[in-house]
């Protein structure tokens, strides 16, 4: 069965510290993953998926497909950053991308 | 704005009763995609058309259906409400049929089953 497990709810860390936040799949073929980012009372947006290999705001994510692990990194985390973060896996010849239960990822002064 | 647009923003109904939630997606998309998020179970697939036709289908209960018009734009349908049915329901947009590019979603209709 196709799954995507975010193992942290919530995520505390201090300014300036690194942050990873986790992301696990289930799936046997070749998976297409993203990362979505939710700031208060903001919808929902793509903040990056694998395929393009990019790097957006200081986050990157690398696929692992040994762990099968998209973990999403960045080596200092800004207040800014504070927000919900969603993984998600899409598969097959449909849109249906299927979400983690997000971490809530919470950067202090 | 040519982002993802849903109406209502927030409805608030009885129990039995049915409602529908609109959605225009993004200029030049002819995907549309729904979400439920409710608390425990997370964001889950609905249903998927693209350019009008029924493209991929999640746990959608069969109280519930939805349709792309030809303008594009689609209609989430919920009858015989449920107190359970109370969620958070977002509508998605991309350009093609898959998830490659990523969606753009909109902000969300609040429903409210009391």
């Known amino acids: 069965a196709q799954r995507v497990t975010q193992p942290e709810k919530l995520l505390s860390v201090f300014k300036g510290a690194p942050v990873e936040l986790k992301c696990n799949y289930s799936?046997?073929?070749?998976?297409?993953l993203f990362w979505y980012v939710q700031y208060s009372r903001q919808r929902l947006q793509l903040l990056l998926r694998h395929i393009s290999r990019e790097s957006i705001k200081g986050f990157t994510a690398d696929l692992n497909k040994g762990e099968t692990s998209f973990h999403l990194k960045k080596p200092f985390a800004q207040e800014e950053d504070s927000a919900m973060y969603y993984c998600?896996?899409?598969?097959?010849?449909?849109?249906?991308?299927?979400f983690g239960q997000g971490t809530t990822l919470q950067v202090k002064p | 704005d040519s982002g993802v647009t849903q109406t209502p923003k927030h409805l608030i109904t009885a129990t039995g009763q049915r409602v529908t939630l609109r959605c225009s997606p993004r200029?030049?998309?002819?995907?549309v995609y729904w979400y439920q998020q409710s608390l425990d179970q997370g964001l889950q697939f609905l249903i998927q058309?693209?350019?009008?036709?029924?493209?991929a289908k999640g746990n959608i209960l069969e109280r519930f259906s939805a349709q792309q018009f030809p303008d594009l734009h689609s209609e989430l349908n919920l009858s015989s409400l449920e107190l359970g049915d109370s969620a958070l329901y977002f509508c998605?947009?991309?350009?093609?049929?898959?998830?490659?590019?990523?969606?753009?979603f909109g902000s969300g209709t609040r429903l409210t089953v009391v």
């Open positions: 799936y046997s073929g070749s998976p297409e």
């Open positions: 998600a896996l899409g598969s097959g010849n449909t849109g249906k991308l299927i």
């Open positions: 998605a947009s991309s350009v093609v049929s898959k998830a490659y590019y990523g969606y753009t």
């Open positions: 058309y693209y350019n009008g036709e029924e493209r």
């Open positions: 200029s030049g998309d002819l995907s």
